[in-house]
């Protein structure tokens, strides 16, 4: 392997990080830990991933990455097929048009950014599935899911900071 071979792969390896951690936690979000009830509530660690790479690494989490992402989370959760798709893509495509606002600010303003878009997504996301089941569905949980969503985000936002500072940096 020459060098620069070496040097692209590398890099290929790298810029697949923020994908590939995006998968993982879809998995996880389905992972029975035997709470009950939990499955209802769980903390959108996508929604919470995307808004992150979109923010500070948007060539990284591109439209086709979160709309395959979205295909993923709706196979596991069972989701009507599109729905995370479409609210990821609506994510992906506030956070890239309101980056400016987001770098390089404190961090407390990103939190706020999630709070508002989260908000958004939450509740678009309870209308269209009103819609699809033709059913007036309890907000409760998607309240619930929303609030523990905020909660982890500072969590999640530290350890995609380390992972883009020491892995992604050459990127």
Do not use: E
């Not at 992972?31 to 790479?53: E, K, L, M, Q, R």
């Not at 990284?60 to 295909?71: E, N, Q, S, T």
């Not at 609506?90 to 989260?118: D, P, Y």
């Amino acid at each position: 392997m020459s060098p620069t071979l070496a040097y692209q792969f590398n890099r290929l390896l790298r810029g697949s990080v923020p994908f590939a951690i995006t998968v993982l936690l879809a998995l996880m979000s389905v992972v029975p830990i035997g709470i009950a009830g939990y499955a209802i509530v769980t903390p959108s660690f996508v929604a919470i991933s995307v808004f992150y790479w979109s923010i500070h690494r948007p060539y990284l989490m591109a439209p086709p990455i979160c709309f395959v992402l979205g295909l993923l989370s709706d196979c596991l959760t069972g989701a009507p097929l599109g729905l995370s798709s479409f609210l990821y893509l609506m994510i992906h495509a506030i956070a890239v048009s309101q980056r400016r606002i987001f770098i390089g600010k404190a961090f407390v303003l990103t939190w706020f950014g999630f709070f508002l878009i989260g908000f958004l997504i939450a509740i678009l996301s309870w209308i269209i599935v009103c819609l699809y089941s033709l059913a007036l569905l309890p907000l409760t949980p998607i309240l619930v899911q929303y609030a523990l969503s905020l909660l982890v985000f500072p969590l999640f936002a530290w350890g995609f900071g380390l992972l883009q500072n020491n892995l992604l940096r050459l990127t």
